[in-house]
Nanobody, 124 residues
């Protein structure tokens, strides 16, 4: 069982930065692949970034590549998403997710545990 709690969302102007955190319960955080997804009003939940449990490789949606950075601290059971050069189209509720060996890191169906989400609003 893994419980995930996101924090760090808020209101920021275009061009600004935010750092999201996702605190995980349990002592097995290191064996889970982790991802960030987001959902804007009226849209499907979409992949943002992922980091597998087994390597330091990171994966990003094309829309955030070069602006967002995903990282994890297994000692602190925490996942991060550093978001720079934010755009109004980044406005959404951001969710962290955990899965054991998801077939595809980019597909939400592969993740079993989800946080409650944190709102990010970017004003123009």
């Amino acid at each position: 069982q893994v419980q995930l709690v996101e924090s760090g969302g808020g209101l920021v102007q275009a061009g600004g930065s935010l750092r999201l955190s996702c605190a995980a319960s349990g002592r097995t955080f290191s064996i889970y692949s982790m991802g960030w997804f987001r959902q804007a009003p009226g849209k499907e939940r979409e992949f943002v970034a992922a980091i597998p449990w087994s390597s330091g490789n990171t994966y990003y949606a094309d829309s955030v590549k070069g602006r967002f950075t995903i990282s994890r601290d297994n000692a602190k059971n925490t996942l991060y998403l550093q978001m720079n050069s934010l755009k109004p189209e980044d406005t959404a509720v951001y969710y962290c997710a955990a899965g054991r060996n998801p077939p595809s890191l980019q597909r939400k169906e592969g993740y079993f545990y989800w946080g409650q989400g944190t709102q990010v609003t970017v004003s123009s």
